[in-house]
């Protein structure tokens, strides 16, 4: 079994201590993040997050414009590419963290985003992500991220019209993500390609060590955690 966490983290700009407690309470394999820092010695923030959830830095942060993945020691990286996107004049830069890993005998490609604010170009870097999860040739792959955008919208339907939903598959916990103090809407997501199994999907609540109040001064979203079963490759 694969877990993997997607969680928009603000740059770390809230409560580190209660963010990091959430994410070991979470116990991931894979953690895809969204505003990751980005900043003056972004790196250094990055590592002492590494340091107090005991994971590893994968591949993103800065040179992706926010998007970054973080793993366990039970991940073997094969590669990575971080990738910026076309960008709309007087809207942010934005960008994919992509991996592909070995876990527990299994060959994923990974791929944490962070989608626009504006319509159109969100639904356009849907259609590259789905482009760029072909890309990783791998024979299955995880997408997951902050995409600004709810089940009905045009970016979200387009990548759930391609992808699971592991959410729509498998709930559990609770389902919205936005935001921690008034949870109304779904924004945040993880999506699989044909093969993987999802075991279940959602807010994670009720784990050993997960505290409300964390979830509520850790960050401006709440994570979304999914179990997952991914054949083995040879």
Same mark, same amino acid.
């Given at each position: 079994?694969?877990? &993997?966490?997607? #969680?928009? &983290?603000?740059? @770390?700009?809230?409560?580190?201590?209660?963010?990091?407690?959430?994410?070991?309470?979470?116990?991931?394999? &894979?953690?895809?993040?969204?505003?990751?820092?980005?900043?003056?010695?972004?790196?250094?923030?990055?590592?002492? =997050?590494?340091?107090?959830?005991?994971? /590893?830095?994968?591949? *993103?942060?800065?040179?992706?414009?926010?998007?970054?993945?973080?793993?366990? =020691?039970?991940?073997?990286?094969?590669?990575?590419?971080?990738?910026?996107?076309? +960008?709309?004049? $007087?809207?942010? !830069? +934005?960008?994919?963290?992509?991996?592909? &890993?070995?876990? %527990? $005998?299994?060959?994923?490609?990974?791929?944490?985003?962070?989608?626009?604010?504006?319509?159109?170009? +969100?639904?356009? !870097?849907?259609?590259?992500?789905?482009?760029? @999860?072909?890309?990783?040739?791998?024979?299955?792959?995880?997408?997951?991220?902050?995409?600004?955008?709810?089940?009905? %919208?045009?970016?979200?339907?387009? @990548?759930?019209?391609?992808?699971?939903?592991?959410?729509?598959?498998?709930?559990?916990? $609770?389902? #919205?993500?936005?935001?921690?103090?008034?949870?109304? !809407?779904?924004?945040?997501?993880?999506?699989?390609?044909? *093969?993987?199994?999802?075991?279940?999907? *959602?807010?994670?609540?009720?784990?050993? %060590?997960? %505290?409300?109040?964390?979830? =509520?001064?850790?960050?401006?979203?709440?994570?979304?955690?999914?179990? =997952?079963? /991914?054949?083995?490759?040879?």
């Amino acid at each position: 079994m694969l877990r &993997v966490l997607s #969680y928009n &983290v603000r740059s @770390l700009r809230d409560d580190r201590a209660a963010l990091a407690r959430v994410i070991r309470a979470c116990a991931p394999d &894979v953690v895809f993040v969204q505003e990751a820092p980005r900043f003056f010695r972004w790196r250094k923030s990055v590592a002492k =997050l590494c340091r107090a959830t005991d994971l /590893v830095y994968v591949t *993103g942060g800065a040179t992706a414009a926010g998007p970054m993945i973080l793993s366990s =020691l039970r991940a073997h990286v094969e590669r990575t590419e971080d990738v910026l996107l076309p +960008r709309t004049p $007087g809207l942010h !830069q +934005r960008g994919f963290a992509t991996a592909v &890993v070995r876990i %527990g $005998g299994a060959r994923i490609g990974l791929l944490s985003c962070h989608l626009s604010l504006q319509a159109d170009e +969100r639904y356009a !870097q849907a259609g590259l992500l789905l482009e760029r @999860l072909r890309a990783l040739d791998t024979p299955y792959a995880v997408a997951a991220g902050d995409l600004n955008d709810r089940p009905d %919208g045009r970016a979200f339907r387009r @990548l759930a019209g391609s992808l699971t939903d592991a959410w729509a598959a498998a709930p559990w916990g $609770g389902e #919205y993500t936005s935001t921690p103090h008034d949870p109304h !809407q779904r924004i945040d997501a993880v999506f699989t390609t044909d *093969g993987v199994e999802v075991l279940g999907c *959602g807010v994670p609540r009720d784990l050993p %060590g997960l %505290g409300h109040g964390d979830l =509520l001064a850790a960050t401006d979203h709440l994570p979304v955690l999914a179990a =997952l079963r /991914v054949p083995t490759t040879a």
